[in-house]
Nanobody, 124 residues
Framework: VQLQAYGGGSVQAGGSLRLSCVAS????????MGWFRQAPGREREFVATISWGGKGTYYADNVKGRFTISRDNGKNTVYLQMNSLRPEDTAVYYC??????????????????WGQGTLVTVSS
């Protein structure tokens, strides 16, 4: 499965962006999906995951309450709605996938497929 992230851009602190991850090559209806990010000079970190059916979501503490992950299996797409953005959210955001019923932290540590990232820049 190939993954491509869209929707990055520049926004002021407090603003919102919605990222999309479009999958191709296979239907992702049986795939757990996730978003990760990597800031300049830092290691990649987990942001959020969503189970194959969409009912199991899991967030990093530093985005909980501000970010929402969702999916539309009919469109083979996963979304990340980001609200109340902060300068520390600045990073390249990547989507990832694995064909698995795993969810939560287990899913976050077991991704098989990774997409190209999209840059999010939040200015103060």
């Amino acid at each position: 499965v190939q993954l491509q992230a869209y929707g990055g851009g520049s926004v002021q602190a407090g603003g919102s962006l919605r990222l999309s991850c479009v999958a191709s090559g296979r239907t992702i209806s049986s795939y757990g999906m996730g978003w990760f990010r990597q800031a300049p000079g830092r290691e990649r970190e987990f942001v959020a995951t969503i189970s194959w059916g969409g009912k199991g979501t899991y967030y990093a503490d530093n985005v909980k309450g501000r970010f929402t992950i969702s999916r539309d299996n009919g469109k083979n797409t996963v979304y990340l709605q980001m609200n109340s953005l902060r300068p520390e959210d600045t990073a390249v955001y990547y989507c990832a996938a694995r064909d698995t019923p795993l969810f939560g932290a287990a899913l976050a540590h077991s991704m098989d497929y990774w997409g190209q990232g999209t840059l999010v820049t939040v200015s103060s």
